[in-house]
């Protein structure tokens, strides 16, 4: 009679073995291509005193998601710069609305100095402010879901595709391409203009001299 122990010895060795593990799948390749670093970086001109201009080398070795990312984030910086740029200059110049901004504050009582007139905002305005720039955010990523191809899925960085944001009127509809691309590239200019015209006003404000020239009250 056979003892245990050598009935455990006998056991037939596939019984023994222990299945191995089903080796992972390999991971899907991806089903969309993002317009190119070089595509991207072509237009407008970014040479500046002979060289590409790029002083911190972001775009040196990026991927072609990352440089478009940075050309849409760079058009998004360049509206925002426009519109205040304009508003810093428009309520200087003292224009206002009629009626009340809040209850009890008038817009002809707000300050014409650009800072003076962001801090006589109360706060609750503020706050509606960036609620409606966190669903504008919102919504144009929505949109380029939606409404095309994604600035990172092959679509062109920069596009506004948010209904009646930036061309409430339909004026652009019957442009061509070849306009439409031409009009992006002055866009990113002026963006990148009024960028450095917004921070040497806002520079002037908050340090006295720092700005050669401008010596009126900002």
């Known amino acids: ?5 050598d009935a455990a010895v006998e056991a037939p060795a596939e019984e023994a073995e222990v299945a191995a593990p089903a080796p992972a799948p390999a991971p899907a390749a991806p089903t969309y291509t993002c317009q190119s670093a070089a595509k991207t970086l072509e237009s407008p001109n970014c040479l500046e005193f002979g060289s590409f201009w790029d002083p911190l080398g972001l775009s040196e070795g990026a991927s072609d998601e990352v440089v478009a990312w940075y050309r849409h984030a760079e058009v998004k910086h360049g509206r925002v710069a426009m519109a ?11 224009f206002h ?18 800072l003076a007139a962001w801090d006589a905002t109360p706060g609750k305005g503020k706050v509606q402010m960036l609620l ?12 380029h879901s939606r ?7 092959g679509g062109v960085p920069g596009r506004n595709v948010v209904p009646g944001l930036y061309d409430p009127f339909g004026l652009s509809v019957n442009r061509s391409e070849a306009d439409l691309a031409r009009g992006r590239d002055v866009e990113i200019k002026n963006g ?10 806002y520079s002037a404000a908050m340090i006295k001299g ?3 020239f401008i010596t009126w009250d900002v």
């Open 192 to 201: 990148r203009l009024a960028m450095i015209g917004f921070i040497g006003m």
């Open 1 to 5: 009679m056979k003892r245990f122990s």
């Open 210 to 212: 720092s700005i050669p």
């Open 132 to 143: 409606f720039a966190g669903l504008i955010e919102f919504h144009d990523e929505l949109f």
């Open 147 to 153: 409404r095309g191809k994604h600035y990172l899925r």
């Open 84 to 94: 205040a740029f304009v508003g810093w200059c428009v309520v200087g110049a003292g």
């Open 97 to 114: 609305l009629n009626g009340e901004l809040s209850h009890g504050l008038n817009f002809a009582d707000i300050p014409k100095a650009g």
